[in-house]
């Protein structure tokens, strides 16, 4: 079946340092979403891609589609310490998400 | 602004028990989700309803979870027996429709069987 792999798993950064979380799924997709999940929380819907070769900004957050539609990537210029979190993607082949593993992220104040 | 709703948070049940989780969804969204997510894991989909209709219930264990979403707005997940490996958080999630739409999830519930 479906299967999403995010790498790393784990991220461990200095505040003001860059960050790339990085998405691949085993099957073309038609759509990306990106989830935020703060410690003890639920996931936050951040965006959506839905176009190969798809490129959005949301302030330092960047977000690519691969051009084959099969993988990703989450860019954060500059983190902050309200970063932290867990960074999910979810691929959608038809009418249902399958979410990545994850990638964890804190930033050293 | 418009929140999925869920209950209970918390559960602490024995094992061979029964446990039944609710979920009401954001208002005009015809699609909810039950996502199972164990700590460290993404959000693994259970069963996915459109409207009353189940549409996806591929990795849902049939021989001791059911779910059902009777007039297709609130929604209801039972486990019986409940078992040790069923220790969880329970996410419900809704959007307007399948995808492409965001979802939108609730707090969860966090399923301590023992």
């Known amino acids: 079946g479906q299967q999403v792999m995010q790498i790393p798993q784990y991220q461990h950064v200095q505040e003001g340092e860059d960050f790339t979380t990085y998405c691949n799924s085993s099957t073309t997709l038609s759509n990306i979403q990106w989830y935020k999940q703060r410690p003890g929380g639920h996931p936050v819907f951040l965006i959506q891609?839905?176009?190969?070769?798809e490129v959005k900004k949301q302030k330092r957050l960047t977000f690519q589609f691969g051009e084959a539609k099969k993988n990703s990537s989450l860019h954060i210029t500059a983190t902050q310490t309200t970063d932290v979190g867990t960074y999910f993607c979810a691929g959608a082949g038809t009418y249902k998400y399958i979410f990545g593993t994850g990638t964890r992220l804190k930033v050293l104040a | 602004e418009a929140e999925v709703a869920q209950s209970p948070r918390y559960k602490i049940t024995e094992k061979s028990q029964a446990v039944a989780f609710w979920c009401d969804p954001i208002?005009?969204?015809?699609?909810l989700y039950w996502y199972r997510q164990i700590l460290g894991q993404g959000p693994e989909l259970l069963v996915q309803?459109?409207?009353?209709?189940?549409?996806?219930d591929s990795q849902l264990p049939k021989d001791r979870f059911s779910a059902e979403r009777l007039k297709g707005v609130d929604s209801t997940l039972k486990i019986q027996p409940a078992e040790l490996g069923d220790s969880a958080m329970y996410l419900c999630?809704?959007?307007?429709?399948?995808?492409?739409?965001?979802?939108?999830f609730g707090p969860g519930t966090r399923l301590t069987v023992t």
């Open positions: 891609l839905v176009k190969s070769g």
């Open positions: 999630a809704s959007s307007f429709g399948t995808a492409p739409y965001e979802q939108y």
């Open positions: 208002s005009g969204h015809a699609t």
């Open positions: 309803f459109q409207d009353e209709s189940v549409v996806d």
